[in-house]
Every structure is written in structure tokens, then in C-alpha cells.
């Protein structure tokens, strides 16, 4: 058994133990941003150190960093280890990535669990989609998960049933009218629970039933300006309730939470963002107090 209880029921419970991987030669790799996707080219050297700034900032606040270990040669988007499977109830579930040169990193998240001696509960199948950066934890017993063309209508059939067997409910969310027009967008590259009724979230991309759900269940939402939405404003760490990491560059942002009373600590990820992703997603909870 790993030396910790794998199990996550919630996106801002305190987080004790969390898998990482940090940009290796696998990330020099590409040569046509284009392809990828990408806003140009990262410098691996400060892409290392900005991802070294994430881990200490981790480490200080207590929390035990696992590493993935080596990438193989074309797998450069390995360091967004949270967009390929999630922790529940002492196993993991992992997903099915949408790219084609993504693939390989479901089997490589996969050995590292068995490894661990960790159960693999699920594992996404078939000519289906299914990424875990569309996944947030409204509370213990709910999760939302956005619909785009990483995650399709299959993936989610795959991943409700899993759920139910948990007594989870699915919040299946619509995501649109992003500032990213390819329709690879990921839930939480606009959306994040940041407290148990503490939101953020890029409101011109999700549909107003989804903000209805959200005022219903006293969740308050703090809206992200679309220059900050750019900045991935929304896909925060979440150390404690009420702490948490954000991306560097969101002014607004960072001030509307200070105003209600949440510590934040923002990290640069200027050369990792180029890859269009987001801070969240460079950090796989494995563990959180509490569950």
C-alpha cells in the first residue's frame, strides 16, 4: 500500500501529499508550436524553474511531493499530470487524452500507480475522450465535469458510473464562448472552487444554469476578466480553504480574494503557460485532510 490514504472528495481541503512532473528533455521536443497547439516556444531552463517555484511553495506549506519520474521522447506535455487521472476513495481513475500526442501518458500514470501498489479503479476506454483538467469538486459528493472536445458525452457516461458506485453525483457543464477558440478548453482553465462557497469563474464561458446551480448551493462566485482568463486566473491551487496559488499576472483577480479574505500566493508560469496550460493542472492531489 502507498504510505499515505489516497482519497480526494474535495478541490480546497488542506493537501497533504500531490504528484508532480517536472518539465524533462522530453519538453525541448517540439519544434512547431503550431502543431501543439502552443503559444510559442517555452525556454525549458525557466520552465524547470518556474515549476521548481510551484514545488517549493508546495513543499513550505507542508505538503509531501511525489514525482512522476522520466518522460519518454515526445510525451512534452507530460508536466500537466493532473489533466490524466484523479484520486478517489483509495484508487485512481484515469482518463483517455484527446491528442494524439498525448498519448502514452495514461500508461505511464498508470505503472506509476501500481508502482505505488495504488488501484487503478477505472480506466477511460474505447474511442471515447475523457481529460481530468475537466474536473471540479463542487463539495464531497459532487463533482462538475466540462463538456468540450476534450471530454466528450461517452467519457462522461464512463466516468458517471464510476461515481455512482461512490454516491457521486455528475454535473455535466457545457464549456464555451472561451478566449481559446479550439474548443480544447478544460473546466478548470475557467472555472474553480477556490473555498467550500468561494468561486472563480470566466462567466461568459459556461452556461448561466451552471451559475444558477452554483448560487443555489451558496457558492459565490468571483468573476475573472477575460485578460486574466488568458492568464489562467481561475485554475488555482488550493492549499487550505481560503489559501491558495495563482497564477502570476492576475491583479483583479488576486484582489477580489484578498477582499474576502483568502491568502494568495501567485507563481510565475510565464514560459509554462505558452504550452496553454494552467497551474492547476501541474499538480495531481493525492491526498487532502479531512477525507
Same mark, same amino acid.
Given at each position: 500500500?502507498?504510505?499515505?490514504?489516497?482519497?480526494?472528495?474535495?478541490?480546497?481541503?488542506?493537501?497533504?501529499?500531490?504528484?508532480?512532473?517536472?518539465?524533462?528533455?522530453?519538453? /525541448?521536443?517540439?519544434?512547431?508550436?503550431?502543431?501543439? #497547439?502552443?503559444?510559442?516556444?517555452?525556454? @525549458?531552463?525557466?520552465?524547470?524553474?518556474?515549476?521548481? #517555484?510551484?514545488?517549493?511553495?508546495?513543499?513550505?506549506?507542508?505538503?509531501?511531493?511525489?514525482?512522476?519520474?522520466?518522460?519518454?521522447?515526445?510525451?512534452?506535455?507530460?508536466?500537466?499530470?493532473?489533466?490524466?487521472?484523479?484520486?478517489?476513495?483509495?484508487?485512481?481513475?484515469?482518463?483517455?487524452?484527446? $491528442?494524439?500526442?498525448?498519448?502514452?501518458?495514461?500508461?505511464?500514470?498508470?505503472?506509476?500507480?501500481?508502482?505505488?501498489?495504488?488501484?487503478?479503479?477505472? =480506466?477511460?476506454?474505447?474511442?471515447?475522450?475523457?481529460?481530468?483538467?475537466?474536473?471540479?469538486?463542487?463539495?464531497?459528493?459532487?463533482?462538475?465535469?466540462?463538456?468540450? *472536445?476534450?471530454?466528450?458525452?461517452?467519457?462522461?457516461?464512463?466516468?458517471? #458510473?464510476?461515481?455512482? =458506485?461512490?454516491?457521486?453525483?455528475?454535473?455535466?457543464?457545457?464549456?464555451?464562448?472561451?478566449?481559446? #477558440? /479550439?474548443?480544447?478548453?478544460?473546466?478548470?482553465?475557467?472555472?474553480? *472552487?477556490?473555498?467550500?462557497?468561494?468561486?472563480?469563474?470566466?462567466? $461568459?464561458?459556461?452556461?448561466?444554469?451552471?451559475?444558477?446551480?452554483?448560487?443555489?448551493?451558496?457558492?459565490? /462566485?468571483?468573476?475573472?476578466?477575460?485578460?486574466?482568463?488568458?492568464?489562467?486566473? =481561475?485554475?488555482?491551487?488550493?492549499?487550505?480553504?481560503?489559501?491558495?496559488?495563482?497564477?502570476? !499576472?492576475?491583479?483583479? /483577480?488576486?484582489?477580489?480574494?484578498?477582499?474576502?479574505?483568502?491568502?494568495?500566493?501567485?507563481?510565475?508560469?510565464?514560459?509554462?503557460?505558452?504550452?496553454?496550460?494552467?497551474? @492547476? !493542472?501541474?499538480?495531481?492531489?493525492?491526498?487532502?485532510?479531512?477525507?
Amino acid at each position: 500500500m502507498p504510505p499515505f490514504t489516497a482519497s480526494i472528495r474535495s478541490d480546497v481541503a488542506p493537501l497533504e501529499h500531490a504528484l508532480v512532473h517536472e518539465p524533462g528533455d522530453e519538453f /525541448t521536443d517540439v519544434v512547431d508550436p503550431d502543431a501543439w #497547439s502552443w503559444n510559442g516556444l517555452p525556454r @525549458k531552463e525557466q520552465a524547470v524553474k518556474e515549476h521548481r #517555484s510551484l514545488v517549493d511553495a508546495l513543499e513550505s506549506h507542508g505538503v509531501t511531493i511525489h514525482r512522476l519520474g522520466g518522460a519518454e521522447a515526445g510525451l512534452a506535455e507530460s508536466l500537466f499530470v493532473q489533466d490524466v487521472g484523479f484520486v478517489i476513495d483509495g484508487g485512481m481513475v484515469v482518463g483517455n487524452m484527446h $491528442q494524439t500526442i498525448r498519448e502514452g501518458e495514461e500508461r505511464r500514470l498508470t505503472e506509476w500507480a501500481v508502482g505505488m501498489d495504488l488501484p487503478v479503479y477505472h =480506466t477511460v476506454h474505447g474511442p471515447v475522450r475523457f481529460e481530468v483538467g475537466n474536473v471540479v469538486w463542487l463539495d464531497d459528493e459532487t463533482i462538475a465535469v466540462g463538456r468540450s *472536445m476534450t471530454t466528450n458525452a461517452e467519457g462522461i457516461r464512463q466516468i458517471r #458510473s464510476v461515481l455512482e =458506485t461512490y454516491g457521486i453525483d455528475l454535473v455535466e457543464v457545457p464549456i464555451f464562448g472561451s478566449t481559446e #477558440s /479550439t474548443g480544447q478548453t478544460h473546466l478548470a482553465l475557467v472555472f474553480g *472552487m477556490i473555498d467550500e462557497d468561494l468561486a472563480l469563474v470566466y462567466p $461568459q464561458a459556461v452556461p448561466t444554469d451552471f451559475l444558477d446551480l452554483l448560487d443555489a448551493r451558496g457558492i459565490e /462566485t468571483i468573476a475573472v476578466p477575460r485578460r486574466e482568463q488568458r492568464l489562467m486566473a =481561475t485554475s488555482a491551487v488550493v492549499l487550505d480553504p481560503g489559501h491558495a496559488l495563482i497564477a502570476g !499576472g492576475c491583479r483583479q /483577480t488576486v484582489q477580489a480574494l484578498r477582499e474576502r479574505g483568502v491568502s494568495v500566493t501567485t507563481i510565475d508560469i510565464r514560459e509554462i503557460r505558452k504550452t496553454v496550460g494552467g497551474l @492547476k !493542472g501541474l499538480v495531481l492531489p493525492l491526498q487532502r485532510g479531512g477525507e
